[in-house]
């Protein structure tokens, strides 16, 4: 069964009218670099076939890459941060043992 598709207009007609924000795209601000703002959102989300029924929503930066994002509601997230913290760690040892 497909995931069911949501159009943004419907649900956040604001958010679709959004553009180019002054606001850095989660997860991609760095000190020593230029920041990569939201220049706008994509016009439907993806309610996901799971339990909680994430949505996964995408928008493009001011780089001109896609980003997407999971939206998860009722639950407590920090088990999730920390699951990403150690793929991210996991992810750099494997870098660095390719060099």
């Keep these: 069964q497909d995931a069911k598709t949501l159009q943004l207009q419907q649900v956040s007609?604001?958010?679709l009218q959004a553009r180019d924000l002054?606001?850095?795209v989660p997860g991609t601000y760095r000190?020593?670099?230029e920041v990569v703002a939201i220049r706008s959102f994509a016009p439907s989300v993806r309610v996901m076939n799971s339990k909680q029924r994430?949505?996964?929503l995408s928008?493009?930066?001011s780089d001109g890459l896609e980003y997407v994002f999971l939206l998860?509601?009722?639950e407590d997230l920090?088990?999730?941060e920390r699951v990403m913290q150690l793929l991210r760690l996991v992810?750099?040892?494997l870098v660095s043992t390719d060099e």
Excluded: I, V, Y
Aim: proline share 8%; aromatic share 0%; charged share 30%.
């Design 59 to 61: 928008l493009s930066g």
């Design 13 to 15: 007609p604001n958010l």
């Design 91 to 93: 992810n750099t040892l």
């Design 72 to 74: 998860k509601g009722h």
């Design 54 to 56: 994430p949505r996964k």
């Design 78 to 80: 920090r088990q999730d």
């Design 22 to 24: 002054e606001l850095a």
């Design 31 to 33: 000190a020593d670099c």
